[in-house]
């Protein structure tokens, strides 16, 4: 296509799916990291002002993970929006590195995607109406084969959609062989980031192996997968219509229900929502399982394991599902209903100790005991003592925790909290970890935790995170203990 072309393309896209109308008084900040797609999009954006209006505006997110080809990124984002006379607006990741609750040792794609988005989340917060990203009809195919194979149904398959929120995604039906093409055509040079020549990462791999496999039985195959996108979209939206009716008309017949089991009669009272069974059962399978989705998505992710789930307790009559460590959703004679434990109390005191060992070695905890911190040289004492399986969990090099984290405390978990626990290479919310473990309920706000801001070092029970242990070089060791033994027993055996 030629760069007019182009144009008409992304014209005909805006006004098609509702994305801007010309005339309407918009301010629209261009997501730019200086690769092709985001270029173009600049460029692109630029050419229609003046016909829709807008005011334009560009961001960049500095995320400081490559150091100098980072920091060139941003110098060339800044000569091209200065040359184009767009302003620009960067941010760098130690500006939001609280708001994240990530720091970035503990960076990854994952990390660098929630930063961009809090960055977004900030500018829309000053102002901008909207922020449109270069997401393409690649990203499409790639996000399709990446939840495909994770385990999807139709809201997944629907991929990236063209708007969202204050999000919108003008460049959804250019390829990136497109997106090249334009900045070619319009002697605009771009930056790559050489991270995504590396197989370091999922969506890279799918990039780099899984569609040139496609490509290379189909020239379209990039086209055809965005295409199956779209048509992906529709038929959810029709089904989640569908689902909405179905939610509804068994709400109102669970309404009329004389009776109720115990459990359905408590939820009622609690304010959470019952349906009768009946209409839910003889429902279509794709129009239950949207329904159910529904009810999944605000709770956590609606990965179809969780939807089957539910179905399969639907078709039982009985039983529970446990979605969340708060949530679950149970039936019985026939109802279905939704369940939410309230929060833990706050402890009574204080839930922040300053941690200091050199000076305090003993720390009273709310209702337990106390937590005992111990520091001595490991040339010593490793070599005279045998060291029990629970030491060693519970045993860290203190030098390196003082040289990588300056605020340290011991508190209860805090919403935001993250852990990387030993022998694992990836950070997790604390809260899922502490689901995925298996750490009994009411133990999870009661637990003492050793933190320096939202990152746990250090767990009850489950000991010290990945990356802190001692080794050959270690001169200091830190070790904690707690002196409450069902504590002990029942965090060890869940945390396992």
């Known amino acids: ?98 708001e994240m609750g990530l720091p970035p040792e503990h960076a990854g794609e994952d990390w660098a995607r929630r930063l961009r988005y809090a960055c977004f989340a900030r500018l829309c917060k000053e102002g901008i109406d909207a922020v449109a990203t270069a997401h393409t009809a690649n990203d499409q195919a790639e996000t399709l084969l990446l939840r495909l194979a994770r385990g999807t149904g139709l809201h997944g398959a629907a991929g990236i959609r063209p708007k969202r929120g204050c999000y919108l995604r003008p460049l959804l039906e250019l390829t990136r062989a497109d997106t090249e093409a334009f900045c070619r055509a319009a002697g605009q040079p771009w930056m790559t980031d050489e991270t995504n020549e590396t197989d370091a990462y999922a969506r890279n791999r799918v990039r780099r192996t899984a569609l040139p496999a496609l490509q290379s039985t189909n020239t379209a195959a990039v086209e055809n997968l965005a295409r199956f996108c779209e048509k992906a979209a529709r038929a959810d939206a029709y089904f989640y219509k569908k689902a909405d009716a179905l939610l509804s008309a068994a709400a109102q017949a669970a309404a009329r229900a004389e009776h109720l089991p115990s459990g359905a009669r408590a939820a009622r009272t609690d304010g959470q929502p019952v349906w009768r069974l009946e209409p839910l059962v003889a429902a279509d399978e794709l129009v239950l399982e949207a329904a159910l989705h529904t009810l999944v998505a605000p709770e956590r992710d609606a990965e179809e394991k969780y939807i089957r789930l539910l179905c399969g307790l639907v078709r039982r009559g009985s039983g529970a599902v446990q979605l969340t460590e708060r949530v679950r959703f149970c039936a019985g004679n026939g109802l279905f209903w939704r369940e939410e434990q309230p929060r833990a109390a706050a402890p009574e005191t204080p839930e922040t100790q300053p941690f200091c060992p050199e000076k305090q070695a003993e720390y009273l905890w709310p ?33 390196r925790i003082t040289t990588l ?12 909290d993250r852990f990387r626990p030993a022998g694992r290479g990836v950070s997790k919310e604390l809260r899922k970890w502490m689901n995925e473990a298996g750490v009994p309920a009411r133990l999870r706000d009661t637990l003492p935790l050793l933190a320096d801001g939202s990152n746990v070092l250090w767990v009850c029970g489950a000991g010290f995170a990945e990356g802190l242990a001692p080794d050959a070089e270690s001169k200091w060791l830190l070790q904690l203990e707690t002196d409450v033994e069902l504590w002990e027993e029942q965090c060890h055996e869940h945390a396992r």
């Open 1 to 98: 296509m030629t760069n007019e072309e182009i144009l008409a393309q992304v014209r005909g896209y805006f006004l098609r799916e509702g994305l801007l109308t010309p005339g309407t008084p918009l301010r629209l900040a261009a997501a730019v990291s200086g690769g092709a797609d985001s270029m173009a999009l600049l460029l692109i954006l630029r050419q229609l002002q003046p016909e829709f209006g807008y005011e334009l505006s560009a961001c960049h997110v500095n995320h400081g993970l490559r150091g100098e080809t980072a920091d060139r990124d941003e110098a060339f984002v800044r000569d091209a929006c200065a040359r184009l006379g767009v302003p620009l607006r960067v941010f760098h990741a130690a500006e939001l590195a609280d």
């Open 367 to 399: 209702g337990a005991g106390k937590v005992t911190a111990k520091v001595f040289p490991a040339n010593f004492e490793e070599k005279i003592q045998v060291v029990h399986k629970k030491d060693l969990k519970n045993r860290a090099d203190y030098a």
């Open 405 to 416: 984290y300056t605020s340290l405390v011991l508190r209860s978990r805090l919403p935001g």
